[in-house]
């Protein structure tokens, strides 16, 4: 059995919870919360034995093998490498960290102290985003990648009104890249691996963060456009366009629905058999069993991978003038 603390008492820690109850050997020992209150609410609800309100008292408590973060962006880095240095194992919620530089700080962290990191990125865990790398040969050589996720935000009514809720401000690394657009980079980098080069635009709003963006990425014999939004919504599915063929993605955070269309109209179903109520239970499962089997690294949710990813965002900002505190801190 693993003991599980959480640090984070939002939806997505929620979310989490549940689909660890699917499975095996998890188990949730302790809540962190800045509020004590909110800290016995939530182990109350999820039957954890221990509450703390200090992050270096429960790194250091004994009572957990592991931890997952959903803390603010901002604060995942020192978070993290806490945890790390005193031999818990980190789950760490999507982006990893604020910047290139973080992430190479904490994989370094984590080797010192020989512990399991690994970022909390599900799509490239889900059965149909393997289905997608198993026939994405169908679809010859492929030319273009193209990747949306355009969400309006609930948070932006309010922003709207004049109150800037945690999802707009950038003293915590949020905005459009570091929440979303993260979800098209990730199954993009793992296919295809760093792209030569990248030219990104981006609208800022007033707060600081960037509301919405748009990258441009340049492979060899290939290109890959990726646009996100939090402050606009879009239907449209994200697609793999091959010389025979096209992949058809109908979420690229979700991967449920999955075809090869081909130029004769017709068309194949990919997509198989998968818990799309809990898909977060396949992460959970990968690094519950990499801790049971000793392992330190993901061999799918690789360091470098996430080191990639972060290269690229923080790269993509620099062209649209989205600096966060966190970077001038290096």
């Not at 679809?139 to 990747?147: D, K, N, S, W």
């Not at 890249?177 to 800022?204: N, R």
């Not at 900002?317 to 970077?327: E, H, K, T, V």
């Amino acid at each position: 059995m693993v003991r599980f603390g959480v640090v984070g008492t939002n939806w997505i820690t929620e979310i989490f919870l549940e689909a660890s109850k699917k499975v095996d050997n998890f188990e949730l020992t302790a809540v962190y919360s800045r509020k004590l209150e909110k800290a016995e609410e939530f182990a109350s609800k999820h039957k954890a034995v221990h509450t703390f309100i200090d992050i270096e008292q429960m790194a250091a408590s004994g009572e957990i093998d592991a931890v997952y973060i959903a803390s603010p962006n901002a604060l995942h880095a020192g978070q993290a490498k806490i945890f790390m240095q005193h031999g818990v194992h980190v789950l760490c919620e999507k982006p990893l960290a604020s910047n290139t530089a973080e992430v190479k700080d904490l994989i370094q962290t984590a080797k010192q102290h020989d512990v399991l990191l690994m970022e909390a990125m599900k799509s490239t865990f889900l059965p149909n985003f393997h289905a997608v790398q198993q026939h994405l040969e169908k679809i010859g050589p492929v030319r273009r990648y193209v990747a949306q996720l355009c969400q309006y935000s609930s948070r932006y009514d309010a922003y709207r009104q004049g109150t800037i809720l945690n999802a707009f401000n950038p003293e915590l690394s949020n905005g459009a890249t570091m929440d979303i657009g993260i979800y098209c980079l990730y199954p993009l980098v793992a296919l295809f691996g760093k792209p030569k080069e990248i030219k990104a635009s981006g609208t800022l709003l007033e707060s600081g963060v960037d509301g919405q963006a748009t990258i441009t990425l340049t492979y060899e014999g290939m290109e890959a456009l990726v646009y996100y939004s939090k402050i606009t919504s879009s239907t449209l599915p994200s697609e793999i366009q091959g010389e025979d063929a096209t992949i058809r993605i109908d979420h690229i955070g979700h991967f449920e629905d999955v075809t090869i269309q081909y130029h004769d109209s017709t068309e194949d179903t990919i997509s198989g058999p998968q818990d799309n109520d809990h898909n977060m239970k396949y992460e959970i499962e990968e690094f519950v069993n990499l801790i049971q089997t000793g392992k330190r690294e993901s061999s799918i949710n690789t360091h470098e991978l996430a080191l990639s990813v972060a290269e690229i965002m923080e790269k993509a900002r620099s062209q649209f003038g989205l600096i966060y505190p966190a970077d001038r801190i290096q």
